[in-house]
Nanobody, 123 residues
Framework: QVQLVESGGGLVQAGGSLRLSCAAS????????MGWFRQAPGKEREFVAA???????YYGDSVKGRFTISRDNVKNTVYLQMNTLEPEDTAVYYC?????????????????WGQGTQVTVSA
């Protein structure tokens, strides 16, 4: 079992940057595929980025070229560096983990979820 805790959200102006962190409990973090999703009010949870156990990455079309996912298997943490933020990026951002997934792009690929961190981008 793994517990996930996100941090790093906040309020930022359009064009700015934020780095989200997701700290995972447990000693087997390196065996988990990790993902970031986001959910804006009234919308479905949307795939943002994923990273495999070996570091292969995959991004949603709306964030390609602006966001970067990475992981530190020593610190049991996955990061989401978000640059050139837009008001449309405003959402609650969730970290997810699963041992079965390679690079998961769908909510059902993940069993474990964090509580989320709010990101608000002002125009």
């Amino acid at each position: 079992q793994v517990q996930l805790v996100e941090s790093g959200g906040g309020l930022v102006q359009a064009g700015g940057s934020l780095r989200l962190s997701c700290a995972a409990s447990g000693r087997t973090f390196s065996s988990y595929g990790m993902g970031w999703f986001r959910q804006a009010p009234g919308k479905e949870r949307e795939f943002v980025a994923a990273i495999s156990r070996g570091g292969k990455t995959y991004y949603g079309d709306s964030v390609k070229g602006r966001f970067t996912i990475s992981r530190d298997n020593v610190k049991n943490t996955v990061y989401l560096q978000m640059n050139t933020l837009e008001p449309e990026d405003t959402a609650v951002y969730y970290c997810a983990a699963d041992q079965r997934v390679f690079v998961g792009r769908f909510k059902d690929d993940y069993y474990y979820w964090g509580q989320g961190t709010q990101v608000t981008v002002s125009a």
